[in-house]
Every structure is written in structure tokens, then in C-alpha cells.
């Protein structure tokens, strides 16, 4: 049997012209009880915009929601805290991000921080790629205590590459070290994360000329990473050693002539497979991990029920996939098998208005 969890579920609610309509609620919570594959919707806020990536302290139950709004020079990480026992959200606080288009956020794992990623466009304000801002008591968010700004060539895509461009940071598993994925550099740069909040650059690598690195999966042995690159639709092997990084292994993630663009990664609980999501092919690839070397083997490419998936999560027992297709209007649920990292369609949908956040907590 599984243990029960919430779901947390942020939803675009105002327009951008990079998207294609905002039909959802904001943040909403699900409770959801995996073996009977049932869920209830217990609140929803639309006090805040376009909450397009959302992390959660599972010891606190808050919640740090970014808001994604198109023309803002700053955009912001908002907290709420969330009640099992009286199922109701409370809005705590916001923060400026000190840049623009807030892409993605993290708690740290020592429960002091949170870094946001600014995607950024245009060049006015602070334009800071990441921010580091320090967690009160209280869970709500002191202003950033420090940020940095990424530089340097430039990718040959010239219409999505004009620019350095954040889109994640992720905290290396066993270090006190961060990673930054740039799609507008083609790099990924490492950080050490210093007790009063001070980013340090300690290696950084070069992914192939106009990949667009997106997002990053860690795996627990700290050693390799895995980058979904959104400009061509492929996944690179990093080999992470101490003060250096090299890209092993670059493979396609959609099948031949097919136009689209690579979103998100994860990794099974288990480490033994990795999951990548196609907009445009609207698909999941599956990669099998070698344990001894951190190489990949495609397995299959799934179709993912709906249209533009942009995020998806597995539940913390694993045995179930939730994918958050944005043009779809539903998070479509997956059977996924241990053995072989296959995915099932459920026939399931949680059905909300552009979905593109959905993460599983247990509190």
C-alpha cells in the first residue's frame, strides 16, 4: 500500500503571449489516495499570478509558488502555508526575484533558502539570474540575501538565444553545491552554496551549441545529471567530478522529424530510469540508467494523454506518473511499472484549466 500525499497544482490564470490561453485557478491542493486512484480538491487561491513552478517544505507545509508574468522587469516567489488539518491555504508573504520571467525556485535542503531561477527578458531592473532569498521562522521570505548574473557567449539560436536565460537550480545531492541550467548560454554552472546565502562559481560545462539546457534530474550519488534540453529536443549525460563537469552522452528524446521542444526531467525513486517530456510530439521518453557508468538506453516514447507537457511528477512511491499537460486542461495519470520503467495510461484525468506545475508532497 502507498501512504496517501497532496498534490500541489499551479495553473496558469493570466495571459502571456508565449502561452497559449490561461484557463486554470492559480494553486490549487489535491489530496490524493494512490491506490484507489482517487483525488478531492480541497482549496484553491487565485490571489496569485501564473504560479508556473511551485516547491514545497514538507516540515512546514508551506509553499513557494513563483508568479510568471509577462512585461513585470521583476517577477516573484510567493509563500503560503497549508493545513492538513483545516485544508485551508494562508498567504504568508511575497518577495521580488531581482529578474524577470521567474522560472523556477528550490528549497535548499537545509530548509534556510530558497533560490529562484529568472528565465529574464529584456535587460531593465536587476536582471539577476538567480536569488537566494533566506526562510523565516515563520516560513514567509526575507528579501534576497544574494544573487548572480550569468554571462558569457552566446548560443546560435538567435531567436531564443539572444541572451543568458536561468531556467533551474537544483541542489547536488550529498554537497553544498548548486547546479544553474542557461538556455541562452548553453551551459551548466556550479555553485557552491555558502551559509549566509553566497553563490560561488566552481565549474560550469558546455552542453552542445544550441541545445538549450532546461531543467536538470540528480542522481543520488551526486555523479551524473541529466539535462533536458528544450532547443532540440535531446537529453545530456553530465558526469559530475569535484571542480569539473563533461558531457558523456547527448540522445535524442522524440522520434525522427518530429518539430518540438524538450520540457521536463525526472528521475525514479530507484534511480534505474529517466523520464523526459516532448511539447510538440507531446510525448515522455524513458531511458534506462546504467547504476555503474550513468550511461542511457531509450526504452520507449509514450504518448502523454494531452497536449503540451510541460511539467510532470512521480509519486513518492513511484508507481505512478502525473503528467501536467498545459493545453490539455488535465493532468493525465500514468501506471508505471518498477521493473522495466514502462508507462500505462490510466485513463485518468485530473481535469484543471493549463496545468504546468504538479508536485506531490507528504506532509
Avoid at 500541489?8 to 490561461?22: K, T
Avoid at 556550479?190 to 546565502?197: A, I
Avoid at 546504467?290 to 513518492?316: C, E, H, M, V, Y
Amino acid at each position: 500500500m502507498s501512504q496517501p500525499f497532496y498534490l500541489a497544482v499551479g495553473s496558469l490564470n493570466r495571459e502571456a503571449p508565449y502561452f497559449q490561453g490561461a484557463r486554470g485557478e492559480g494553486l490549487t491542493i489535491f489530496s490524493f489516495d494512490e491506490d484507489a486512484l482517487e483525488w478531492t480538491r480541497l482549496v484553491a487561491t487565485s490571489t496569485i499570478d501564473n504560479p508556473t513552478f511551485l516547491s514545497v517544505d514538507a516540515a512546514s507545509g508551506v509553499i513557494y509558488a513563483n508568479s510568471e508574468v509577462f512585461g513585470w522587469h521583476e517577477g516573484t516567489v510567493s509563500a503560503f502555508r497549508f493545513s492538513p488539518e483545516t485544508k485551508a491555504l494562508t498567504y504568508l508573504n511575497k518577495q521580488p526575484t531581482l529578474g524577470s520571467i521567474a522560472a523556477h525556485n528550490m528549497v535548499s535542503r537545509d530548509r534556510r533558502f530558497v533560490l529562484v531561477a529568472n528565465y529574464a527578458m529584456g535587460g531593465e531592473g536587476p536582471d539577476q539570474s538567480v536569488a537566494v532569498l533566506p526562510i523565516r521562522e515563520d516560513g514567509s521570505l526575507a528579501p534576497a540575501a544574494a544573487s548572480v548574473r550569468l554571462d558569457g557567449p552566446l548560443g546560435p539560436v538567435a531567436d531564443r538565444q539572444e541572451r543568458p536565460h536561468a531556467h533551474m537550480v537544483s541542489e547536488v545531492p550529498q554537497s553544498g553545491a548548486v547546479l544553474v541550467t542557461d538556455l541562452g548560454l548553453d551551459q551548466v554552472v556550479e555553485y557552491t552554496l555558502s551559509n549566509d546565502g553566497r553563490l560561488v562559481q566552481t565549474a560550469k560545462v558546455s552542453l552542445p551549441a544550441g541545445a538549450g539546457p532546461r531543467h536538470i534530474a540528480q542522481h543520488a550519488n551526486g555523479r551524473y545529471v541529466y539535462v533536458s534540453n528544450e532547443l532540440d529536443s535531446t537529453v545530456s549525460f553530465v558526469l559530475r567530478r569535484p571542480g569539473s563537469m563533461t558531457v558523456e552522452q547527448t540522445l535524442p528524446t522524440i522520434r525522427p522529424g518530429v518539430e518540438s521542444h524538450g520540457a521536463d526531467i525526472h528521475l525514479s525513486p530507484d534511480g534505474r530510469f529517466l523520464y523526459c517530456s516532448n511539447r510538440g510530439e507531446d510525448s515522455i521518453a524513458c531511458f534506462m540508467v546504467d547504476q555503474a557508468t550513468g550511461q542511457l538506453t531509450l526504452q520507449d516514447i509514450t504518448s502523454s494523454g494531452g497536449k503540451t507537457p510541460r511539467n510532470f511528477a512521480l509519486t513518492p512511491s513511484g508507481r505512478h506518473l502525473l503528467v501536467a499537460n498545459q493545453n490539455g486542461d488535465a493532468i493525465v495519470i500514468f501506471r508505471r511499472n518498477e521493473e522495466t520503467g514502462a508507462l500505462t495510461d490510466s485513463g485518468m484525468r485530473i481535469e484543471i484549466g493549463t496545468p504546468v506545475c504538479v508536485r506531490p508532497f507528504i506532509l
